[in-house]
């Protein structure tokens, strides 16, 4: 299948300043896309490019198969076929809600028009405010107006530039996977830009993670999460604590908790130091172990509690627990690995892997 988007050894720079360096990313036709990252990664200059407001300094930008961006030109934004929702929703506030949608639909019929509107107030779940203005919604509604107006003249591509970042947490995700399915039904192709990895989980079918303008490491949330490709992913995504390990074998690492092992093989020399990451969820508490962990600190979590957990060697590592099993700072409690992907890189020192008691 041709790719509806694709960006091919993209580079970007202001002068002596590289902003982006060699990024290579597509998506198929109705895929959803991320780009994930840090504030200043290059991820907004990214999108810029692809809705052509920035030009490239090597490499190219293809939408369906067409070039739009090169070095030596690019299509101008009107030209390409790309819709954009901006952070700011950027409604018309003299404008009702179908009139803010119908706005990029002026060279269609009246009755084309009215038909292209209703649909997508229906698809939103806003047929009921078609005659409000954009002052009379809440912010989740007009970020649904914004997309619907994006989404009305049907572009190739449509861009989002971190539309959630207003919104409380909770909101954020509620609305990533409410707009996912907004696309889908659509069967709309678009590139979602964020530093938030959870609106990234529940909106994209494909992620690449950038930092310092290099994509890191590209594929599904689960991929970029189970199997981070270098520390810097590891870091940026989820919770989790290092720990000194020594490789055993192909699958498996030695940590003071006792052996880790994963389903593929990890690529380092056994005998080798290395380090391997503990995420809260490979833990869980066990009164018949004989290995405990003092409790350092807890956070509440409604369902569960987020536990803070010293080692005998002074190592600490998180652990999420259900809140009905309430320990208290300075508890020592039981803990087993129940961990089931390895996440584990060399190290440049000798592992000191203390014995589990």
Not at 2 to 17: F, H, K, M, P
């Amino acid at each position: 299948m041709q790719s509806r988007l694709e960006l091919r050894n993209v580079s970007i720079a202001y002068g002596d300043r590289c902003i982006a360096r060699g990024v290579s990313f597509s998506l198929e036709e109705g895929a959803i896309g991320c780009l994930l990252g840090p504030s200043g990664c290059g991820k907004t200059t990214l999108l810029r490019a692809i809705a052509g407001f920035e030009p490239v300094t090597s490499g190219q930008i293809r939408i369906r198969g067409q070039t739009a961006s090169t070095p030596h030109g690019r299509v101008a934004p009107e030209d390409r076929s790309v819709g954009m929702v901006f952070q700011d929703f950027a409604l018309f506030p003299h404008l009702s809600v179908a009139d803010n949608i119908g706005f990029g639909l002026r060279h269609l019929r009246s009755r084309e028009r009215r038909t292209r509107v209703r649909a997508l107030l229906e698809l939103i779940g806003l047929g009921h405010a078609a005659a409000r203005y954009p002052h009379q919604l809440s912010g989740g509604m007009q970020q649904r107006v914004a997309l619907a107006r994006a989404m009305a003249p049907r572009p190739e591509v449509l861009l989002l530039d971190e539309p959630f970042s207003s919104m409380d947490s909770t909101l954020r995700e509620q609305l990533a996977r409410e707009v996912r399915e907004v696309l889908r039904s659509e069967g709309m192709t678009a590139v979602l830009v964020t530093h938030d990895q959870l609106e990234a989980f529940a909106m994209a079918d494909r992620i690449a993670l950038l930092a310092e303008g290099v994509v890191q490491q590209c594929g599904s949330g689960f991929t970029l999460y189970h199997e981070p490709a270098n520390r810097l992913v590891a870091d940026f995504l989820g919770q989790g604590a290092f720990l000194p390990a020594e490789v055993v074998d192909a699958l498996g690492v030695r940590t003071e908790l006792g052996v880790v092992s994963g389903g593929r093989p990890h690529g380092l020399e056994p005998g080798r130091p290395a380090e391997v990451l503990i995420r809260p969820d490979d833990l869980v508490d066990d009164e018949t172990s004989r290995f405990r962990a003092s409790v350092v600190e807890r956070a509440f979590r409604g369902a569960e509690y987020l536990y803070r957990f010293r080692l005998p060697s002074g190592n600490e590592v998180l652990c999420l627990l259900p809140s009905h099993h309430e320990y208290a700072p300075g508890d020592q409690v039981g803990l087993r690995l129940d961990a089931r992907h390895l996440v584990a890189f060399a190290t440049q020192t000798p592992a000191m892997v203390p014995t589990g008691s």
